[in-house]
């Protein structure tokens, strides 16, 4: 009967094309605007790391005083003792630091120009804490950090545009002057958001390509590339140590927490470290901590831009007056064939035939708008630059998901829509009908 009513429902939208043109493109455009602007919502809301979100922390401490924070909140890194003495001290199962660097590297050839690449300079356990895949090799081992070896590990971009895509593991890189061995290259890996690294806004920034020992850029003197939060002129101090034994935050830490419990255990831990802190007469004010999860640190931070929302309630409501029009017009559409249903009632057809029948033809203007709304979705993707800041905009992309929802969402909204015009269709009194005829 599927195919039967089908084929009816086909044949009474062609009886009526100009009808039938104006549902189509109600559905088309209201599911197209709504698509258009989930693409983007969904690519910067998403949890970019849901095996882990809720066992992975940022670590904050007040090193400024309450005269100096934004409502209670302290500052959204650590100074370089703080995130090197955390560290040392082992009370997570996993804790990385880093920082961003920018060195100048020099390919292999006397032919070719040095060139910038953006990385972190961080420790072994980054990689197994933020689930970092490789395409050749590994992340190197502690022993390399505690020896501030001349190591690095480079993404795949990055090992395509020096070594044309080949296993380059042992081979060296020249940074800044320096010689490193490669240990590793990660498969394509670009979280989005950069949840680990909101500090210095590179939440939609491009993928990083090249990572390295902390303790070794150190060694190197290798200068942050990223945002360095120093409060005061004063904290900068005189020269590159007291710099780096000074006040500036500029460096995340994240630790891995097995669960809430571990999670309570470490904060106490945090709260010690401050009030020793305190008594050595660094800080002049209560402990003031901070250990947020994943998603905790994503809402803190307002990732999600603001417009994003807006733009997608907008668009949801835009779908709804079209699918209210929708609803109109198949009532009208429905209506004017009530003598069919009179007849077909007075044959004996029961009220579910009448639905079965216009629930399908409704669910075919419905495949129709989707469909349309399909193109339309395709043709906006082109568009979204002029709403969302490029970086965000770039995100939104037409897949194989976002095609079977638009599809699934346009059918589903119809179908939905037709109950009402199709239940006053079904009350249709096969007596009056036959009278009036």
Request: with cysteine; proline share 5%; hydrophobic share 45%.
């Amino acid at each position: 009967m599927f195919a039967y009513y089908l084929q009816l429902g086909l044949r009474s939208l062609r009886r009526n094309p100009m009808l039938t043109a104006l549902m189509v493109m109600a559905v088309g455009f209201g599911v197209a605007a709504s698509m258009i602007t989930w693409s983007v919502f969904r690519a910067v809301s998403g949890d970019p790391i849901p095996a882990k979100s809720s066992q992975l922390y940022t670590v904050l401490i007040d090193n400024r005083g309450p005269q100096y924070n934004d409502n209670g909140e302290p500052p959204e890194a650590l100074t370089y003792t703080d995130a090197t003495a955390l560290v040392a001290a082992h009370k997570a199962t996993h804790q990385t630091l880093f920082y961003n660097v920018a060195p100048s590297v020099l390919p292999e050839g006397n032919q070719s120009l040095p060139f910038i690449a953006d990385g972190y300079a961080t420790n072994a356990d980054f990689f197994n804490m933020f689930d970092v895949p490789f395409e050749y090799g590994g992340a190197w081992h502690a022993g390399d950090d505690d020896g501030r070896a001349a190591v690095a590990v480079i993404s795949h971009e990055l090992n395509q545009q020096l070594f044309n895509g080949a296993n380059s593991v042992g081979r060296e890189i020249t940074m800044d002057r320096h010689s490193y061995r490669i240990v590793g290259v990660t498969a394509h890996w670009d979280p989005k958001p950069r949840f680990y690294d909101l500090f210095s806004s590179n939440a939609f920034g491009d993928p990083v390509q090249l990572y390295l020992p902390f303790t070794r850029a150190i060694d190197v003197a290798m200068d942050t590339a990223g945002r360095n939060n120093c409060g005061s002129n004063t904290d900068f101090g005189v020269g590159r140590e007291a710099w780096l034994h000074g006040e500036c935050v500029w460096i995340p830490v994240w630790v891995e927490l097995a669960d809430p419990a571990a999670a309570n255990s470490y904060r106490e831990f945090l709260t010690h470290y401050a009030a020793d802190q305190q008594r050595a007469g660094r800080f002049h004010w209560a402990p003031n901590v901070r250990l947020r999860d994943v998603n905790d640190w994503l809402d803190y931070k307002q990732v999600v831009p603001p417009e994003s929302r807006i733009s997608l309630m907008v668009a949801l409501g835009f779908f709804a007056i079209c699918l209210v029009n929708t609803i109109g017009l198949l009532l009208a559409k429905f209506m004017r064939r009530a003598a069919e249903i009179g007849v077909r009632r007075a044959l004996g057809a029961p009220r579910r035939e009448i639905y079965h029948q216009f629930l399908i033809e409704a669910g075919a203007v419905g495949l129709a708008g989707g469909v349309l709304g399909l193109l339309l979705t395709a043709l906006g993707m082109f568009g979204v630059g002029l709403l969302f800041e490029p970086e965000i905009a770039r995100l939104a992309h037409l897949d194989l998901s976002l095609v079977a929802m638009t599809l699934l969402v346009a059918i589903a909204a119809t179908v939905l829509a037709a109950f009402y015009p199709t239940w006053r269709a079904a009350q249709v009194q096969p007596a009056w009908q036959l009278k009036s005829n």
